[in-house]
C-alpha cells in the first residue's frame, strides 16, 4: 500500500467476482482486456459508485488479524477507525468477509493505515464490500480492475471522497459545476475519472431536489469541454466516461472526437465512442460506414477514413449553424452557459479570445467582438475551400 494505508469502504450488499488479494500477483493486462469479462464490472461499479453504494467507509489502522487454521489467510481482522465517512462508526470494527467470497491471499499487516469500503455495519461488525480489490485502498499498481489513474495516495483519495460528499450534499446545479471543475477534480487522474463519472451518473442529479440558473445538460458541456481544452493526457477510465459526455458539446466538436477514438488501441473506448458518433451521425445518414471495433487494423483504418471524409462533407453546415449559436450564448444571462460556449469556441477555432465569463459586460462585449471577427474571417476561408 502507498505510504503503508489503506482505506475500507462498506457497500449495500452486492455479490461480485473473486480475488481478495491486495499483494496477490497478477499477470500484465492488456489494456483491451479492462473492460471486457469481469473486468467491465469495475466500470459498471465504478468508483463514484464505490463512494455512493457503500454504507460507510473508514480511515484506520487495523489492529489485529485472526486467520484461519487450514491456511494463512485472514478470516477476520480488528480495524482501529481514525475517522469515517457517510456513516459515524464505532471507534473499533471487527471486519469479516462477504459469504462465499473467495478473498484468495491477503497481505495486510498492523503497522500502516487503511480506507475500506463496507458493505454493511452491524453494531461493531463490518462486512466488507464485494472484494479486497474493490474495498480495500489505496492500490499499489494498475492490474485488470483498476487503472493507473486509480493508483493514487491514501491523502488524495481522501481529499477526493471528501469533494464528491460536498458535491452531492449540494442542491445547487451552480455550485456543483464550480466543485466538479475545480483543480481538487481536474488535473489528477482520479479527480477526472470522478468528476467525469460523477456527471455522468443520472441518480446524483434528482430534479426534483436541485436548483439553480443552469442545468445537468450545462453543467456536463462545461466540464467535457474544460477537459478538452486543457489538452491532458487523460486515464482511460477518465476517456471512457468522456466519450459519452461528448453528447452535450457542439457536434463540430464531438465528431472528430468520436472518429479519433474509432482508432484507440482499446476495444472498449473504441466501442464508447462509436456508439454516440453512430447515433449523432444519424441525423444525416444511417450508414455506419463498415465500421467494427473488433475488425483487423487496417480494416478500420478504412471505416476511420469514410467517417472522415462524411465528416468533411457536413462540416461546413454544422459550423454555420453551431457558431451563431455559441455566440448568442456568450450573450446569456447564465455564467456558465457563457463560459462553456466561450470553451467550444476554443476547441473549435484552436484560438483563444480573452473571453471571461464573470468578467464585467464591457470586457466580456470586448472579447464577443474579437470571436465575431474571428467568425468573419473563418468564414471567408471557408467559402474559398
Not at 106 to 128: E, P
Request: net charge negative.
Amino acid at each position: 500500500m502507498t505510504n503503508g494505508v489503506w482505506i475500507i469502504i462498506l457497500v449495500l450488499g452486492v455479490s461480485y467476482e473473486s480475488a481478495w488479494s491486495i499483494a496477490v500477483q497478477q499477470k500484465p493486462v492488456k489494456s483491451s482486456d479492462r473492460f471486457s469479462g469481469v473486468g467491465m464490472s469495475s466500470y459498471r461499479i465504478s468508483f463514484v459508485d464505490l463512494v455512493f453504494r457503500c454504507q460507510s467507509i473508514a480511515e484506520g489502522r487495523v489492529s489485529e488479524i485472526r486467520r484461519s487454521q487450514q491456511g494463512n489467510e485472514p478470516e477476520s481482522f480488528g480495524f482501529a477507525v481514525t475517522r469515517s465517512f457517510r456513516q459515524t462508526l464505532p471507534a473499533h470494527l471487527q471486519v469479516i468477509f462477504p459469504e462465499k467470497e473467495n478473498h484468495g491471499v491477503v497481505d495486510i499487516d498492523q503497522s500502516g493505515m487503511y480506507l475500506l469500503f463496507f458493505q454493511a455495519v452491524i453494531g461493531d461488525r463490518a462486512t466488507l464490500y464485494g472484494n479486497a480489490r474493490l474495498a480495500v485502498w489505496p492500490h499499489l499498481k494498475a492490474d485488470w480492475l483498476f487503472s493507473e489513474g486509480h493508483v493514487q495516495p491514501l491523502d488524495v483519495l481522501v481529499q477526493i471522497i471528501e469533494e464528491l460528499l460536498k458535491v452531492d450534499s449540494s442542491d445547487s446545479y451552480d455550485d456543483r459545476a464550480r466543485m466538479l471543475t475545480d483543480s481538487i477534480f481536474l488535473g489528477n487522474p482520479l479527480g477526472e475519472i470522478a468528476a467525469l463519472q460523477y456527471a455522468n451518473s443520472q441518480l446524483r442529479w434528482p430534479e426534483e431536489r436541485l436548483r439553480g440558473t443552469t442545468d445537468l445538460r450545462t453543467v456536463k458541456r462545461l466540464l467535457a469541454a474544460e477537459i478538452l481544452v486543457a489538452n491532458r493526457p487523460l486515464d482511460i477510465y477518465a476517456s471512457f466516461a468522456l466519450a459519452d459526455l461528448m453528447r452535450e458539446l457542439p457536434l463540430s466538436v464531438a465528431f472528430p472526437k468520436w472518429i479519433t477514438g474509432l482508432s484507440d488501441s482499446d476495444v472498449a473506448l473504441r466501442d464508447a465512442s462509436f456508439a454516440p458518433l453512430k447515433t449523432e451521425a444519424e441525423r444525416w445518414t444511417n450508414d455506419d460506414f463498415g465500421y467494427d471495433s473488433r475488425a483487423s487494423e487496417q480494416e478500420r483504418r478504412q471505416s476511420i477514413a469514410r467517417w472522415q471524409r462524411w465528416f468533411e462533407g457536413i462540416k461546413v453546415t454544422l459550423l454555420k449553424e453551431e457558431v451563431a449559436d455559441l455566440l448568442r450564448q456568450l450573450e446569456s444571462q447564465v455564467v456558465f452557459e457563457r463560459e462553456s460556449a466561450d470553451l467550444a469556441l476554443q476547441l473549435i477555432s484552436d484560438q483563444n479570445q480573452k473571453f471571461s465569463a464573470e468578467d464585467n459586460k464591457v470586457n466580456r462585449d470586448a472579447a464577443v467582438k474579437r470571436w465575431e471577427e474571428w467568425w468573419k474571417r473563418k468564414q471567408q476561408e471557408l467559402k474559398k475551400n
